[in-house]
């Protein structure tokens, strides 16, 4: 069993920076590939960016390459994501996710999901 809780979203300008964390518990965390996806009122969930176990491995979505960074540090049971240049399309709730199979575009592939962290981005 993992329990994920996501921070660090908030309201910000067009073109600046946030730094979301995703807190996981249990003793696995490093055998799980993890992710970040996000949902705007009325629209489905979108991929953001997966991350391997080991970190060694990347994934970004086509509208956030060259912006977002996803990242993980095992030793803290944790997984980042660094949001620059932001843009107001950007504004949704992101949620940090894990799998225990390998890191996957798809949510029906997530097994464990967080209860999110709300972004907006005010022109």
């Known amino acids: 069993q993992v329990q994920l809780v996501e921070s660090g979203g908030g309201l910000v300008q067009a073109g600046g920076s946030l730094r979301l964390s995703c807190a996981a518990s249990?003793?696995?965390?490093?055998?799980?590939?993890m992710g970040w996806f996000r949902q705007a009122p009325g629209k489905e969930r979108e991929f953001v960016a997966a991350?391997?176990?080991?970190?060694?491995?990347?994934s970004h979505g086509d509208s956030v390459k060259g912006r977002f960074t996803i990242s993980r540090d095992n030793a803290k049971n944790t997984v980042y994501l660094q949001m620059n240049s932001l843009k107001p399309e950007d504004t949704a709730r992101y949620y940090c996710?894990?799998?225990?199979?390998?890191?996957?575009?798809?949510?029906?592939?997530?097994?464990?999901w967080g209860q999110g962290t709300q972004v907006t981005v005010s022109a």
């Open positions: 996710s894990a799998t225990f199979g390998r890191l996957s575009d798809r949510p029906n592939e997530y097994t464990y």
């Open positions: 249990g003793r696995t965390f490093s055998s799980y590939a």
């Open positions: 991350i391997s176990w080991s970190g060694g491995s990347t």
